[in-house]
Each structure stands twice: as C-alpha cells, then as structure tokens.
C-alpha cells in the first residue's frame, strides 16, 4: 500500500528533480516537464492520494507515464530512483551554487563545465580573473554580479529568515520536551524575541545534574543533527539537516529563571539589567540576582528568591518585560511604573486584512482563502488582489475588479444566509506609480472597502524621490494603508532607504495606516519605527499578504513585530470587530 503523501511534498520532489537535471546538462525538455508537473500537483483540487491510490495521475493535464511511476514509486518506496541517481551525480558544491540569486541551474552548468569549477570559492576566482566574463553570454557585467551576489550570500548566510528558524526549534523542541529529567525547555536568544532573522537557535533546558548526559546525548543523536560542532556536559551545539547550528545548554532548575532571561538577551538588553541591578546593590548573572559582597561582587550565598523572570524584574523594580522588548530600544521608557502596555497577542486579531486570491498572484479561490479564514476564526477577509499596473502579477483590469466584486457579493450574501457573520472587504493593493498616484480613477477607488497602496517598481528610487512618492500616496483622500513600505526581502535585498520617520508623521495626520507586512521575507514596516509610530499615533495593521492558506499563518511573525514595536491591540486595526473596522475605513 502506498503511504499518505502530501501535495507540497511531490511538488518539492518534482522541483528538485528538475532542478538537479538542469544542473546535471540533463536536456531542459525532461527537466521541464517535471516543472510542468509541479504545477500541476500545485494547482490540484482533489487530494493527490486518491490519484495514487487508483493510479490515475496521468489524467491529469502535463503529467505523463513516466513521471506518474516516479510520484507512485516515491509514495511506494518513499524514494525516486532518477532523484538518487541524480543527487549522486551533481556535486555537491554546485549546489550550493543555487544560493547564489540570479544564478539558475542552466547557468550553474555552463561555468561548471565549462571551467570545470564545482566550489564557491573557484567560482569567485575565475570571476576575478576574467574567465567567466570570456565564456560566451557572459560578459564583464555578470562576473561583477556573480561576484557581487556571492559576497551578499557570506555576508548573510550565517542568519536566516524566522520562519526557517521557527520550523527547526520547533522539531528539536518537539523532540526533546519529553525526554527523561527535562523539567522545562525553551527557546531563548533572537528566536525568542522575534528578531526579523536569526542567527543561531537558542534552546534552553532545565534538568537535575544527574540527568544532564543522556539529555545532551539525546540531543546530539536527534535524527534533525547533520553534525556535532561540540558537545559538553551543559552546553552543545549541532548544525541541522538545513544547515542551522542550534545551541543547547542545560541548567539546574534553580537557575533555570536567570539562565532564560540571561540566554534570551539581547546582550544589550542584559547590560542595561545588570547595570539597573548593580544601582540597587545587587549583582545579577546567568545563575541568579544576588545580594553584593564586599568587593562588590555577587554574593553566591545570598540569592534573591525567583522562580520565574517575572520575580527577577519584580527585584529590580520592573514588571515583566516581555521577551520580544528585550533589545533596549526604549522598553524601559516604555515601563510606565514599571509596567510595560499589554501588548498585542495572535488572538487578538479578527480578521485578515491583505491577502490575494487566483484573481490575481494568488494560488487559491477567493472562495477558499475566506474558508480558510472562518476555519482560523476570523471575522473577515480584507481580499487585496494586485492592481492593473502590476501586469506581472496578474493586476486587475476595472471589468475584473467589477467581476470580481460580483463573486465577492455572492460569497457574502452565501455567508450571511449560513449565518456564518462572515465578510469579505471589497479590496485592491493598489500599485503606487511613479508620480505617487493610485493605479485607477479615484470614483472607482472610492467604490473599495479597503485601499492598500504599494510599491511594486522602481524600487531603486532615490531616498527623496521615494519618499515623495509614498507621502503623494498616503495623502490620497481613498487609501487607508500603505503596503511593505521599503520593499525590502530579508537576507535577499535592501528595501527603499526614504526617511519612514517622515512617512509615518505624514500617514498619521492622513489617517492612513502603514501596514506591518508579516510575510518573513519582509516583516516591514521595521519594529525599529515602533516608537516614532507611538509618538504620532499611527495606525498599523499586521497583514500577511497570503498568496496561498498557509501564507496566511504568517501573522504569527507580524505579531511579533509589532509586539517589538511596543504596539498594542489599539494600534493594529485588524484587532477591530468588523463593524469597528467598516467604521474606521469609512473615516
Ligand atoms: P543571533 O543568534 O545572532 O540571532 O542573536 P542572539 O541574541 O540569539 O545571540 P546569541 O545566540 O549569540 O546569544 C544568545 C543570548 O545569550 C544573547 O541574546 C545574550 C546572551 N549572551 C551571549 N553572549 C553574551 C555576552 O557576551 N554577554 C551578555 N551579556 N550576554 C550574552
Ligand atoms: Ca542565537
Ligand atoms: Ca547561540
Ligand atoms: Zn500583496
């Protein structure tokens, strides 16, 4: 019997397929027809086990015999023989290649075999030397690049995006919760703040001493581990299968209060503590807050009692600082006697405000998109689908837009009848032109619920050019939000440099919000603005701008920007019940 596979899962495989042919010189025919496929399985309605079941994959439209048997002997034998032959073939310091942006598989194979180079670092050789630019097609221009992007991808690939941190703490957490003698786990540093990347993951356990071996032994044989990097009786670091190095230290419960919030961080944050202590006389390290001695040094046999960081903040006069505060960057300030604002929370939100369906770069129906909504609990979807600039990505002529509104209206009239109180908002992200103007006439922007603007192109304006433009935009008498307002992609690309702090003073007088982008590529607007925002008032939203169900779990990650941002649920509009929100967007 074959196992129950998933939908992602085939598309990946066929992906990799693909990919590991071009980089193989395989012929690009074979390999696109495994792209072919992928898009297939990826736009499937059924479930893809049924067609594995009855073996009748093949009807499907682009998927031939051969690679129907490649998806039925993976759900089989959990493996594809073209796949291991292919991963044994292609070296692996090509793929590493893949990193590299504006590298393809068919331009990693033409230096490969050209020069016959399979590392990074030949690569970066025969750029500087010229024979790169002498291949044919080549040129000066793409040496530069190449050279250029390799330089961005060592400089960055010691961090990644949090999603991809997220997803590896979760697995080691998963596996090492319940193991014998853990008295409480969790993860600490960047990750636990919600930093926008992350460097290393921080995991933190507390164990009596006796049981600190096996628990160190454990973690270093999870089946996640590629490589110990070292291994010691209360610390250990590996590297995982996707190239993470996770840290584990393992302290005695006592500790366990001060070793979470001293691993937690951020250092600077823990300087500021351990100065604030050393004013009351007390010294404060990664065991304990202690009483001083007489050369001003903590005094062991002196704690102050905690059980939990709340008590060692309580010590130093403060409330609880929650950890994605934790960067001092005002959140002392922000302590009102000692009590920091409550701050928003993931269930405080009702609703999804950008998102985008099939209408325009979306990949799921809008039908579905608002399903997957009412699944999570929301009250509404504001549906942001591209504007008609935005050609590339499918943005939507006015006859579309009113077509679309039609499918809307019958939806919700749908909703209203089950008596679901469900809504979907007539919206659009709208495409900010060049001149700072709205991508259509303002009597039918007026018509929308909900007007996002962005910035899709020229993104390389200069700073003073760009800021123009977005503040033209934000003045707009029918917008209500500005989207991803620098347009940065983390680790990828530098957003617009235009002075936000002005921006944010002119969207708050306008009434206009600046959306808190949530999709872990961009988490912008930056919780670095969180205070200037405070200061005018501005409103934000966090939005995941989803393209597909899982996108819109994103908000997690936005949340925990705009929790950085010191934001509270009055802050974020998508914590308003719809009619508040109707309210607010009529305004
Ligand atoms: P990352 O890994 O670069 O994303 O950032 P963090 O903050 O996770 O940094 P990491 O992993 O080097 O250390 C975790 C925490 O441990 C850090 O946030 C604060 C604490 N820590 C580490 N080294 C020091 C230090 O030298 N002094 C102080 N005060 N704290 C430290
Ligand atoms: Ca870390
Ligand atoms: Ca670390
Ligand atoms: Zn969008």
Not at 357 to 381: F, H, Q
Not at 525 to 546: F, H, I, Q, T
């Amino acid at each position: 019997m074959p196992k129950p596979v998933q939908k992602d899962e085939i598309v990946n495989l066929l992906e990799e397929i693909g990919t590991l042919m071009r980089l193989a010189g395989e012929n690009d025919f074979r390999a696109m027809a495994f792209d072919r496929a992928a898009r297939t399985i990826e736009s499937l309605d059924g479930d893809i086990n049924t067609y594995i079941e009855e073996q009748t994959l093949t009807d499907l439209k682009g998927i031939g015999k051969s690679i129907a048997s490649d998806v039925y002997a993976y759900a089989e034998t959990g493996s594809v023989p073209v796949l291991e032959k292919l991963r044994k073939q292609v070296p692996d310091g090509l793929i590493a290649w893949l990193g590299i942006s504006g590298m393809g598989p068919k331009k990693i194979y033409k230096i490969h075999k050209e020069l016959d180079i399979t590392e990074i670092a030949e690569l970066k050789e025969k750029c500087r030397d010229g024979s790169v630019a002498a291949l044919p097609g080549m040129g000066e221009k793409t040496a530069e690049k190449i050279l250029k992007s390799i330089a961005w991808m060592e400089e960055f690939s010691e961090r990644c995006r949090i999603d991809e941190a997220a997803a590896v703490a979760e697995l080691f957490l998963e596996k090492m919760k319940d193991a014998d003698g853990v008295r409480e786990i969790s993860v600490a540093g960047s990750l636990r703040r919600a930093s926008e990347t992350i460097g290393d993951i921080d995991l933190l356990i507390a164990a009596d001493e006796k049981d600190a071996p096996a628990l160190m032994d454990r973690f270093t044989g999870l089946d996640g581990v590629m490589e110990v990097l070292g291994q010691g009786e209360t610390k250990s670091s590996v590297r995982s299968k996707e190239g993470r190095q996770v840290d584990l230290r393992i302290v005695s419960p006592d500790h366990y209060p001060a070793a979470l919030m001293y691993f937690t961080g951020s250092k600077e944050h823990n300087v500021a503590l351990r100065q604030r202590s050393r004013d009351k006389k007390l010294q404060l390290n990664e065991y304990g807050l202690f009483h001083q001695d007489k050369d001003k040094q903590a005094d062991l046999d002196r704690p102050l009692k905690a059980t939990s960081e709340e008590d060692i903040y309580g010590h130093l006069g403060l409330g609880f600082i929650p950890p994605e505060l934790r960067e001092d960057h005002g959140e002392f300030d922000l302590a009102k006697d000692g009590n920091v604002p409550e701050l928003v929370e993931l269930t405080d939100l009702r609703g999804i405000l950008h998102a985008h369906s099939t209408w325009s770069d979306g990949k799921r129906s809008i039908r579905e998109m608002a399903e997957a909504c009412i699944e999570r609990g929301y009250e509404y979807l504001g549906l942001t689908d591209h504007s008609r600039t935005a050609a590339y990505a499918g943005g939507l002529s006015i006859e579309r837009v009113r077509q679309q509104w039609e499918e809307i209206d019958a939806l919700n009239r749908e909703f209203a009848d089950d008596g679901k109180g469900f809504v979907i908002l007539k919206g659009i992200e709208s495409d900010i032109l060049s001149d700072g103007k709205l991508d259509y006439p303002d009597d039918l922007l007026a018509e929308f619920d909900l007007v996002i603007g962005s910035v899709h192109s020229g993104l390389d304006y200069p700073p003073e050019k760009m800021l123009d433009r977005l503040m033209t935009a934000a003045a707009h008498p029918h917008i209500h939000m500005i989207g991803h307002p620098t347009g940065r992609l983390l680790l990828r690309r530098d957003g617009s440099k235009a002075d936000l702090n002005r921006l944010i003073e002119h969207a708050a007088e306008h009434k206009t919000a600046i959306e808190i982008n949530a999709n872990p590529w961009r988490l912008d607007l930056d919780w670095r603005y969180g205070r200037k925002a405070r200061e005018c008032n501005m409103m934000s939203a966090v939005c995941p701008d989803a393209h597909d169900v899982p996108g819109l779990d994103h908000v997690r990650y936005g949340i925990g920007i705009a929790r950085k941002a010191g934001f509270t649920a009055g802050h974020i509009l998508n914590t308003k019940p719809l009619g508040e929100l109707q309210k607010w967007l009529k305004m």
